[in-house]
């Protein structure tokens, strides 16, 4: 009996022992506030809204209107995303292609044009295009945007503009290029060489 009541007490020990990290970890949280209900906060796997922050663990909900239930040593032993912990603007990069021989100025100005035409794009900060890399199939470029209204759906803002982008280099000629590789062959086999002279 005693052997058992031992085991039992070391394994109920065990089930305790996330229990209470998750209870202090909650009681930190709501000391020190890392997160608070409305953060846009992203851990793990997890991204989503903090709807209840609770005694053992916190609720997040996610674009797909799943409510998930994260415990809360995660927001204290892993790296945390706080997507509005000091202040609501947050940047947004765009990566854009052109092919070689295009004017990346005119480029730029494409780009700069369609940033601004975006209502959830700011004005201040500026949209700011940079040139980044001499790829291997195109010049590469970058569309950086600030934003406060797109922070919960920042997939919306990335998809209109890239709509917005490829229709506005379509309109005036600029051309987005695919992956290329130039094969060269600097010597046949002596077979194909025969059969090439007969």
Do not use: C
Not at 31 to 43: C, M, Q, S, T, Y
Not at 63 to 81: A, L, R
Not at 164 to 176: L, N, S
């Amino acid at each position: 009996l005693n052997v058992l009541a031992g085991a039992v007490g070391i394994g109920v020990g065990f089930g305790l022992q996330n229990i209470v990290g998750n209870f202090i970890s909650g009681l930190i949280i709501m000391f020190e506030r890392p997160i608070k209900v409305g953060d846009r906060i992203v851990v793990d796997d997890v991204e989503g809204d903090v709807i209840d922050i609770g005694a053992r663990s916190t609720v997040v909900l996610t674009n797909d209107n799943i409510n998930i239930i994260v415990p809360n040593s995660k927001f204290i032993t892993e790296n945390v995303v706080n997507w509005k912990y000091n202040d609501t603007k947050v940047r947004f990069r765009i990566p854009v292609g052109v092919a070689y021989g295009s004017d990346v100025r005119f480029v730029e100005r494409l780009l700069l044009e369609v940033a601004q035409a975006e209502p959830d794009v700011l004005a201040d900060p500026p949209p700011v295009v940079r040139f980044l890399a001499f790829g291997d199939s195109a010049l590469e470029l970058e569309l950086r945007v600030w934003s406060t209204n797109a922070v919960n759906r920042k997939g919306k803002l990335i998809s209109a503009l890239n709509f917005a982008i490829y229709d506005t280099f379509r309109e005036h000629g600029v051309v987005i290029p695919f992956p290329q590789r130039d094969v060269h062959i600097r010597s046949a086999p002596r077979h194909l060489e025969q059969s090439g002279a007969r």
